[in-house]
């Protein structure tokens, strides 16, 4: 393999990263006085978060930081939720403005020079890369602020806060944390970290890192065989499809793997973020065990946020949809993902409410599929892979393969 | 630290000193054979090809060239070292390659290693290797290769597409250290200062020097198995790449298609790249000359490029393009383009190199596509080259 580094998806498997962390372990293993293995931990957070967000990536997530923990002290809910909205704000500013910008010069303008020259026109006014990892900021930023002014105790000490924001192993793609969890498990690592961590951690990393090379050999394969797709016979075709679908989770799962491994290594537990997600038999249980931060996240914030399901059938397959829309744009800003997210939302919706839609003929139907399990587990994996081309590749080009893969073309 | 907490079944099987005993000798074991795997080489090896260079993901190490040239090369026979890019490499000959023809007609006393490779500028991969074997193999001669004109401007001075292998060399200390060559690369080093991939591509190698990962991969993928799936592998790409046959790389064969554009783009940049390379020389007789500007920076990157004791050991060929596609030029893109050759030879002398221009009267059918040659082309550049290497011998005082 070749030493190259591309990508936040690569951060733990570039030397830079293995030369940092060849001091930070063993020091803070040495160090045994707690506040120390703190402010030596706080160092590397910091030391890690710089060197990859550069400074126009360090900034704006320091100015949210501060916003977010003064309002956490303040206690006060309008302070909150104008934080809350200004985070939001933020991400959508940095990660959704060019899109959005896209979308409407495309509505505005059809000719596609016009389009372009606009585009040029504009430019200067869109904002470039978004800060690395701002996604996580937020959602962990919205979470807390949430949670305080619901009543939840807010972090009182800086290094709390700082460390919660900026814990190097998950700050690039996640798990998303909760700092009701998070602070109690640091407080336990800096105190107690010891060898069984050490070795379960190294055991984790070592998971994530066979994880992450499986993926990477499959990511060649399908850069390979994707243009090509329509020339492939239909075995072929759905032996792609099986490939983004290994592809995607040991891609994601390998590096919270990876993630979870590291801070176990300081003794810290983050939460679990896959649990063999493809052994899941309907779309319920599937969303209980693929991302889990995210997902649990998704509900808390944003499903039950909005009503859940307290206000009735159509509510709550509304109040699913619009979860799971902002779910699949929080993957990306794309025509692709928003598609993905709301597919997602209605096999759900379907998944939960079809005993009940379809009276006894749904009842039957769903008593014969917990009877065959191998069955359902088939149509899971069946709605899930087609689920994965529109996350994979742009809109039309999903929409062409999957015609493709129904055997029209 | 203080004994935790176990937890679930993995906790109970696991014994944490015994594990990190385990991982530090399976990682010393690694570096162990790693290092050793320095000195493996390349069995059977004829020259590179699709499956065992970059392209495929195959990324030979300095060392493994170095050991693989000592296996090839008799310390009492001078070595040819042909380096370059795919015109040298063959790539469109099929076999017996030119680098056989031109063993034969240098007979027994020299010995020729064909170690050029795609997309490799002059001084990269072959260049790299000789230098590494100049202390025990004095008596060697560089074959390589550049394009005529400003296109033939010699890389940075750690190369370009293979830089790697230089860094890998340098950092393994099997390089040498000309004061020239030193400014090229604190200049290169000023330029990247904020280019991600040059640093850590260099930090890579400055570890691998102590720790020889990148050895132990490569000897391992080239000897028993590899790990990277590439499409031109396929189903069979966990095979030792060794294994694969010198298959001829078979470029684009284009010669005969007069509307293909890349093919003639190809020349006309040669003339386009090169505006003002030659200038009238403003004497009665309309002479021309080498444009001083040109000759100051190219004399100056090709002594970056090459330490003065592989310098005077280096013949740079300059080939010809097809002289179809040359022939679709304008009359004035043609005569501009007979200029480049005799001024790169100059540039490349004044450097102090030995230089040679070839390929001028071959024919369309000594050339497979707009640059490369067949077997007919390939057997007359080793006629072309073979006087060439033996009167380097002669002035190096290898021969009489």
Known sequence: MHPVTQGNQQLFLSYWFVLYILPVFPLYWLVRAPALRLLLLLVACAVFHTHFAGAAGVLPIIVLAVLTYGAGLSRQRWACYATITLCVGALVFYKYTRFLAQQVLAAAFSDYQTQ???????????????????????????????????????????????????????????????YQDFVPNLYHGVHNVCETDVAHGLIRVAVGLVKKFLAENLTQYLAHAGPEFGQLDMVQRWYFVIAISLRILWDFSGYSDMAIGFARMFGIRLPRNFDWPYLATNITTFWHRWHISLSTWIRDYVYIAMGGGRRGTVRKITNGLVAFAICGLWHGAGWNFLVWGLYHGIGLAICSNYRTLLGPVGRFLGARLEQNPIVSWGLTMLFV????????????????????????? | MPQGEANGALGKLLAPYPLFLGIAAAFLACCVLGYASRSWPYAGFERFHYFINPQTYFYPTASQLRATARASLHPNRI??????????????????????????????????????????????????????????????????????????????????????????????????????????????????????????????????????????????????????????????????????????????????????????????????????????????????????????????????????????????????????????????????????????????????????????????????????????????????????????????????
């Open chain 1, 116 to 178: 372009q020259a606009m585009q040029l026109a504009v430019e200067g006014w869109l904002p470039g890369a978004p800060p690395l990892a701002i996604s996580f900021f937020v959602f962990e930023f919205v979470h807390y602020l949430f949670d305080v002014s619901r009543g939840s105790p807010p972090m009182k000490n800086p290094l709390d806060f700082s460390l919660y924001s900026i814990f190097w192993p998950s700050i690039v793609a996640g798990p998303v944390k909760r």
């Open chain 1, 385 to 409: 892979g087609v689920g994965w081309v529109f996350f994979f590749y742009p809109l039309p080009q999903a929409v062409d393969m999957l015609v493709s893969l129904s055997g029209v073309k």
């Open chain 2, 79 to 400: 070595a040819v070292i042909v380096g370059g890019n795919s015109v040298l490499n063959g790539a469109g000959q099929g076999l017996p390659l030119w680098t056989v023809r031109l063993q034969e007609l240098l007979g027994p006393e020299y010995q020729v290693l064909n170690l050029a490779m795609c997309g490799a500028a002059p001084g990269e991969v072959g260049g790299v290797t000789a230098e590494t074997l100049l202390q025990e193999y004095p008596r060697l001669i560089l074959v390589t290769n550049a394009w005529a004109g400003e296109s033939g401007r010699p890389s940075e001075a750690d190369g370009s597409l293979h830089r790697y292998l230089f860094w890998d060399a340098y950092y393994k200390g099997l390089l040498l250290h000309p004061p020239e060559r030193e400014e090229g690369l604190r200049e290169v080093a000023h330029g990247r200062a904020a280019d991600d991939a040059y640093t850590e591509l260099k930090r890579g190698m400055r570890l691998d020097a102590f720790l020889s990962y990148h050895d132990l991969w490569t000897g391992v993928a080239y000897s028993c198995f590899s790990t990277i799936w590439h499409p031109l592998l396929e189903g069979t790409f966990m095979q030792a790449r060794g294994r694969y046959l010198p298959t001829d790389t078979k470029p684009h064969r284009s010669e005969h298609r007069p509307d293909d554009a890349a093919a003639i783009e190809g020349v006309r940049n040669l003339v386009r790249q090169s505006p003002d390379f030659v200038r009238s020389s403003g004497d009665a007789a309309g002479g021309k000359v080498v444009n001083p500007e040109y000759l100051k920076q190219m004399r100056r990157d090709l002594q970056r490029c090459f330490p003065g004791e592989v310098r005077q050991r280096t013949l740079l060929v300059i080939a010809h393009c097809n002289p179809y596609r040359v022939q679709q030029l304008t009359a004035d893109e043609q005569a501009r383009y007979y200029e480049l050759f005799p001024a790169t030879v100059a540039i490349a002398e004044a450097a102090g190199l030995h230089a040679v221009e070839v390929g001028r009267h071959y024919t369309t059918a000594d050339y497979f596509d707009w640059l490369h040659f067949t077997r007919s082309g390939g057997q007359k550049l080793a006629d072309d080259l073979a006087p060439q290497v033996r009167e380097l011998a002669r002035g190096l005082g290898y021969t009489r």
